[in-house]
Nanobody, 124 residues
Framework: QVQLVESGGGLVQPGGSLRLSCAAS????????MSWYRQAPGKERELVAA????????NYADSVKGRFTISRDNAKNTVYLQMNSLKPEDTAVYYC?????????????????WGQGTQVTVSS
């Protein structure tokens, strides 16, 4: 059974830090790109950060660039999101995502696995 379990969310003051973790099981973790998304009430789910399967490349939303760092430990089947200098606008439910593309007869099919989400609230 594929499972992604996020942890590390909570309440933090502006300027503070949190480290989110996502523990994966049920699939070959090292073969998947991993991402963090977030969704605030009334807003679309947005990509926050992504990392390639071997951890060699990362990508960040402009709003978090320089403040957030995504990393992964393939030996532990875990992806992390280090969040520094947090702002109230970072408040959202943060979701862990694993994705892969399977090509069948030259047609790409994208599959996503999602965690349950963890709440991050930035408030004074």
């Amino acid at each position: 059974q594929v499972q992604l379990v996020e942890s590390g969310g909570g309440l933090v003051q502006p300027g503070g830090s949190l480290r989110l973790s996502c523990a994966a099981s049920g699939f070959t973790f090292s073969s998947y790109a991993m991402s963090w998304y977030r969704q605030a009430p009334g807003k679309e789910r947005e990509l926050v950060a992504a990392i390639t399967s071997a951890g060699g490349s990362t990508n960040y939303a402009d709003s978090v660039k320089g403040r957030f760092t995504i990393s992964r430990d393939n030996a532990k089947n875990t992806v992390y999101l280090q969040m520094n200098s947090l702002k109230p606008e970072d408040t959202a439910v943060y979701y862990c995502n694993a994705d892969t593309t399977i090509v069948v007869d030259k047609v790409p099919y994208e599959y996503d696995y999602w965690g349950q989400g963890t709440q991050v609230t930035v408030s004074s």
